[in-house]
């Protein structure tokens, strides 16, 4: 079924005095981007947790940070070199400086250079990182769940939407056989008044008629729109991301459309063509959520 690339979710675990909080937000993104934030002491396994992230995330940019804390005497897992801070805050000075920068320097700002001054006073232990990984893998599940749950709402809104565009071609294929007809006849009616001297040669005439008339049909076109409709309804029910199919094939399915509305020569074929267009726009609104 689909996911949405859009969610939240969070875990808290204690262990024997360590305590892991992880919260992962993520949003709409092309391709998988993983912002990842953790406790200093745990950098060394963070090349392992995105691994692990990318096993059960495929699309979406996302926001992750684990917090871990020691209960009792040690909370902090590190401490403040004063010296460190001091030369990194010169340093923003002199690249504000330099650079003509009127803003002033914020916590965020002098974080992003926190590894010139702060200092580890707990070792990483395997034991540990199992635990963060635990918590990481349940904030994960609470995602995924808030991840299916909208998308089970946007495949509703797909499948009304579908509904709507089948509907529009039965109508187009309704209309389409009396207004080429119609549209033959016009142009048979101009074409005698217009060119006396080949009224001798009727059977020519309409055979170039008749060719012109058939250029505007768009049987053809409706035959693959619901094909490509059908496409569309199987990829929704796969267990798999299909957010880039989904795309593709909706990419084809506006195709067809135009070249529906390119060749109307009725005002309510036409018509029908646009609400097509339109609804495929929402359509594909949508589908820049979808994993």
Avoid at 82 to 106: D, F, R, S
Avoid at 146 to 154: H, N, Q
Avoid at 221 to 238: G, N, P
Wanted: proline share 1%; with cysteine; hydrophobic share 35%.
């Amino acid at each position: 079924m689909l996911s949405s690339m859009t969610g939240f979710g969070k875990s808290v675990i204690q262990n024997n005095g360590f305590s892991v909080e992880t919260e992962i937000k993520s949003i709409n993104s092309r391709y998988l981007d993983i912002s990842l934030r953790l406790p200093r002491p745990f950098y060394q396994f963070e090349l392992d947790l995105r691994e692990q992230i990318k096993k059960r995330i495929s699309r979406g940019k996302l926001y992750l940070t684990v917090s871990a804390k020691y209960e009792g005497i040690n909370e902090e897992l590190s401490d403040i070199d004063v010296k460190g801070l001091n030369a990194t805050i010169n340093l923003l000075e002199q690249i504000k400086k330099n650079a003509n920068i009127v803003e002033e320097i914020k916590l965020e700002h002098v974080l992003n250079f926190q590894n010139y001054f702060m200092n580890d006073t707990q070792d990483a232990k395997e034991e540990e990182y199992k635990i963060i990984v635990q918590s990481v893998n349940e904030a994960l599940d609470a995602l995924e769940i808030m991840r299916r749950k909208e998308g089970d709402e946007l495949v509703v809104d797909f499948q009304k939407r579908l509904e709507i565009i089948e509907n529009s071609i039965s109508e187009i294929e309704r209309l389409s056989s009396a207004s080429i007809k119609e549209y033959f006849n016009k142009l048979k009616d101009r074409a005698i008044k217009l060119t006396s001297d080949l009224i001798d040669n009727q059977d020519r005439l309409l055979q170039e008629l008749a060719f012109l008339s058939e250029k505007y049909d768009v049987t053809e076109e409706c035959v693959r729109l619901r094909s490509h409709i059908k496409m569309f309804r199987d990829a929704i029910k796969l267990n798999e991301p299909s957010g880039r199919r989904l795309n593709f094939i909706s990419q084809e399915m506006n195709r067809e459309a135009n070249t529906i509305n390119s060749k109307s020569v009725s005002a309510e074929i036409t018509s029908f063509g646009i609400t097509i267009k339109e609804e495929l726009e929402k359509i594909r609104e949508q589908l820049q959520n979808i994993e």
